[in-house]
Nanobody, 114 residues
Framework: VQLQASGGGLVQPGGSLRLACAAS????????MGWYREAPGKQRELVAIHTYGLSPNYADSVKGRFTISRNIAGDTVYMQMNSLKPEDTAVYYCNARHYDMTYWGKGTLVTVSS
């Protein structure tokens, strides 16, 4: 399974960005897809996870600001990020779990700065 993320960039505090991650090469539906992020000097952390049949799971720091969703085919995951803060600055990684395997995309940089 290959994951291709897009949508990162530079945005001012309070602004919005939408990340997208397209999966290819999977046989069958990918049950879980989500986003992690890695800020400078910090460990990679969960941001949001979408699993079919369950409610999305969000990090406390992004609840109410970020929304994760999937397309109908289930091979693309989106994350709408609103009210961005400087502390959201990080490299965001797409993640997929498929048949007991975990896959990572290359990451897309989000910089929140004035």
């Amino acid at each position: 399974v290959q994951l291709q993320a897009s949508g990162g960039g530079l945005v001012q505090p309070g602004g919005s960005l939408r990340l997208a991650c397209a999966a290819s090469g999977a046989i069958g539906r990918i049950i879980t897809m989500g986003w992690y992020r890695e800020a400078p000097g910090k460990q990679r952390e969960l941001v949001a996870i979408h699993t079919y049949g369950l409610s999305p799971n969000y990090a406390d720091s992004v609840k109410g600001r970020f929304t994760i969703s999937r397309n109908i085919a289930g091979d693309t995951v989106y994350m709408q990020m609103n009210s961005l803060k400087p502390e959201d600055t990080a490299v965001y990684y797409c993640n997929a779990r498929h048949y007991d395997m975990t896959y990572w995309g290359k990451g897309t940089l989000v910089t929140v700065s004035s």
